[in-house]
Every structure is written in C-alpha cells, then in structure tokens.
C-alpha cells in the first residue's frame, strides 16, 4: 500500500515571503497522480494542485508551484509571495492509476502566516 | 451551486445512538468517498463507491455503514455511537480516474458524549 509523509506538523512564513511544505510518498508503481489541497478555518477542503508523475514539468498554479522529485519520491509545494489568506492546514495526496483507486493522504501541516 | 452537499453540519449524539450523515452530488460522479478526519492524523477512508449499488470498505470500516441506491446519494450510517467516533466526516466525490481531483463537501462535526 503507498504512503504520504509529511513530517512537519508545522510552519510559519512572514508575509510576503517564500515558504516550502514538503511531502514524500512511497510506491512501487510508475504512474501515479499526486495532489495538494488546503483546508483553511472554514474546514472546506480546496484542491490547490496536481500533478502526473509521467510528466516532467512542474505543475504550476498562480503563486503555488511543485517540485516533484520523482527518483526521490519527493512532492513539494512552493508558495511564492505569501498571503495572510495562505494561513491553512496543506495536504499531500497520492492517487494510484488503477480502477478504484482512491486519495491516501499525508497527516498535513499546519501554515501560519506572520503578517 | 454544483457540488457535494453534507447534512448536518454539527451534530451531538449521545453513546449508544445511531444516526445518518447524509451526502449528495449533482455532477453525475460515479466515484464517492467516505473519509473521517481527526487531529494529527490526515484523513482515513472509512468506505467508497464506485457507482450505484456497490460499495466497498475502505481502511476504517468499523462501526459504519454505507449504501449506494442513487448516482447522487451516499449515505453513511453509524450504528451505536461510540466516543471513538467524534470526528470531522468528509463526503467527496470524483468524476473518474486520473487526474481528477475530489470534491469534497464541508464536513460533518460530530461529537459523542
């Protein structure tokens, strides 16, 4: 069965600023789709990025970007320029390609926004 | 607004009562999921459904059911609440395999006293 580790429970990020959240995951398969998602207060979860492990081109969304490691089974999200409105719990998720296959996720990590 | 509806969205239910935490979509998804949220600890799949009339049990099934009669219903019942069961329950939705990401609903509250 895949797992997703994220291994810090917490980050803070000034304002403006760059922060990194990080995420790996372990799989035996080749082919896979991988996804970030915020929860903010209001407990709605919001896909924030995807991305196809066949491809090699980071995803990008806006101020979020991913670097995905593939060899290194390492998915991390990039926000640029931080907002007070980033303040969230971040969840990394891994979905295999095969039929049924359902959304295993990360325990998340929880980003303040210092303003 | 298209999307997955979950009702209620708080609720307190007494040990040993039962009750049904309701979950709708309108997007024609045949794939919908059942996940429970506790603090630390991500989400956990409790079951799916990957079209009317199947359901499956997902990581942790016990002390819930499911049924699938509809497209657009999924139900998920608790029978003899326990405290074990105070969580935040999340109802999503997919179109089909891929890309696709869920849509999630907004979540259930419940507590068990």
């Known amino acids: 069965a895949q797992t997703v580790t994220q291994s810090q429970p917490e980050m803070s990020v000034q304002e403006a600023e760059t922060v990194t959240l990080s995420c790996t995951y372990d799989t035996s398969e080749s082919d896979y789709y991988l996804f970030w998602y915020k929860q903010p207060p209001s407990r709605q979860m919001i896909l924030v990025i995807r991305q196809e492990a066949y491809k090699q081109q980071n995803a990008t969304e806006n101020r979020f970007s991913v670097n995905f490691q593939k060899a290194a089974k390492s998915f991390s999200l990039k926000i640029s320029d931080s907002q007070l409105g980033d303040a969230a719990m971040y969840f990394c998720?891994?979905?295999?390609?095969?039929?049924?296959?359902?959304?295993?996720f990360g325990k998340g990590i929880t980003l303040s926004v210092r303003p | 607004n298209a999307g997955v509806t979950q009702t209620p969205k708080f609720r307190i239910l007494k040990i040993g009562q039962s009750m049904t935490l309701q979950c709708a979509q309108d997007m024609n998804h045949n794939y919908m999921y059942w996940y429970r949220q506790d603090p630390g600890m991500g989400l956990k799949l409790i079951y799916y459904?990957?079209?009317?009339?199947?359901?499956d049990k997902g990581e942790v099934p016990n002390g819930y059911n499911v049924s699938r009669s509809t497209t657009e219903d999924f139900p998920l019942r608790l029978e003899l609440a326990a405290p074990s069961q105070t969580s935040v329950y999340f109802c999503a939705s997919q179109r089909d395999r891929g890309l696709y990401g869920y849509t999630f609903g907004s979540g259930t509250r419940l507590t068990v006293v």
């Open positions: 998720a891994y979905r295999s390609p095969l039929a049924n296959s359902k959304l295993t």
């Open positions: 459904s990957v079209g009317a009339g199947i359901t």
